[in-house]
């Protein structure tokens, strides 16, 4: 008889702990690599308490709002603190450009936040710029790509040293950078 009661009294508690939840942050819409945290990327999720996740309380929602995003968030996934930080770009050292291309300056693959790009100095109507005492090719990521504008253009805001600030962004506003996509490690 007491092992039908201590089963019992095992079943039911086994059945109550599976029933309970925990409330934590899911990502409720994309939020891209270098983005910032607002309300509205954030939902509660509840789901069973589990040793392997470490997903951010729910009731914490207030201390990520402003955070940013170390990687793309994507839709339905649970927040870790891993995927936060609370630097901003551009971070010491490096500069925020916006480089306006042609639909010939860029692939037509869509760049996404984080993407390794290299910036390549072109002369005037789209050839190659002389090599000889020429600006070189500059490593960037890409922050954000914008949608095409009325004049032809999209903006791309990329990530450059603050070394290759200034000669980036002469070259951008004057329509003499196109964009190459390098392989990611």
Do not use: F, N
Not at 7 to 20: E, F
Not at 144 to 168: E, I, S
């Amino acid at each position: 008889m007491s092992m039908v009661v201590l089963g019992a009294l095992g079943a039911t508690y086994l059945a109550t702990s599976l029933g309970q939840t925990t409330a934590v942050i899911a990502i409720a819409r994309e939020v891209p690599w270098g983005q910032a945290l607002t309300a509205a990327d954030l939902v509660e999720a509840r789901i069973s308490a589990d040793p392997a996740l470490e997903p951010i309380p729910y009731v914490d929602r207030h201390e990520v709002i402003g955070l940013v995003a170390t990687t793309t968030l994507k839709p339905g996934s649970l927040l870790t603190r891993d995927a936060l930080t609370d630097e901003r770009l551009p971070a010491p050292g490096q500069q925020l450009i916006g480089v306006g291309v042609s639909l010939v300056q860029l692939p037509t693959t869509p760049l996404r936040p984080g993407d390794d790009v290299l910036l390549v100095p072109v002369a005037a109507g789209s050839a190659p710029a002389p090599t000889e005492g020429a600006p070189s090719v500059v490593q960037a990521t890409v922050v954000k790509a914008g949608p095409p504008g009325t004049d032809g253009l999209r903006v791309v805001d990329v990530l450059v040293d603050a070394a290759d600030g200034p000669d980036v962004a002469a070259r951008a506003a004057a329509g003499l950078i196109a964009i190459v996509v390098v392989a990611g490690e």
